[in-house]
């Protein structure tokens, strides 16, 4: 019989972890059986539990995960200042990222089910906002973030609400209109606060 080193069982518990994210997002944490994400990991059932303790752990795990990407490849890639906050507005809220929903945002894609999960997985959820937050704060406001926290919560809301709303949408022309605006009405709200 073959023996994994500590190595491959990390590997293989990242690709599930990985996975799982792109599905969850693809169909839904309902819509996500264990035997489909293993399948999709190239793994069998049984390795499942020799990683997660059960499909809930392995839901917190990989919201947490994907929100943890999200700020590193989107926010923390973003230029500094208004700039920045321009690219991480127009970069959600382009036609791109509304076709990939495996590979977007999972505040657009799993909110309705979140709110339904367990408290660990809320938690994670939460301290995963709460990241992407303040980087967004620290480009609203770079010498005191903290003064902008509600703000960049606001902002990652209507960000998140507009996606949702274009991709429940079937007239591909009315959702990239309906993109465009939100576009506009995120960059209007932080020329408002701007002035303030």
């Known amino acids: 019989m073959v023996r994994y080193g500590k190595e491959h069982k990390s590997e293989t518990r990242r690709r599930i972890i990985e996975t799982a994210g792109r599905r969850f997002k693809q169909d839904g944490i309902d819509g996500s059986g264990v035997s489909t ?3 999709d990991a190239g793994l069998t059932n049984g ?11 392995l839901v917190t795990t990989a919201i947490a ?3 943890k990407a999200q700020a590193e490849s989107v926010v923390e890639q973003a230029a500094p200042g208004r700039a920045g906050l321009e690219q991480i507005v127009r970069g959600y809220l ?3 990222h509304r076709a990939r929903l495996g590979d977007g945002c999972p505040n657009a894609a799993l909110l309705d089910e979140i709110g339904r999960c367990a408290d660990a997985t809320r938690q994670a959820y939460t301290d995963g906002v709460l990241v992407l937050v303040e980087g967004i704060a620290a480009r609203i406001a770079p010498e005191n973030p903290s003064s902008a926290r509600v703000e ?3 902002l990652l809301g209507l960000m998140a ?3 949702q709303l274009s991709r429940a949408l079937t007239d591909s022309r009315l959702a990239a209109e309906l993109l465009e605006q939100g576009v506009n009405n995120v960059l209007a709200l932080l020329d408002a ?4």
């Open 37 to 39: 994400l293993m399948k």
């Open 47 to 57: 390795a499942f539990y020799a990683h997660f303790a059960s499909k809930e752990d």
């Open 152 to 154: 960049a919560l606001s």
């Open 161 to 163: 609400g507009t996606l």
């Open 94 to 96: 382009s036609p791109q």
């Open 193 to 196: 606060g701007q002035r303030v």
């Open 65 to 67: 995960d994907q929100l």
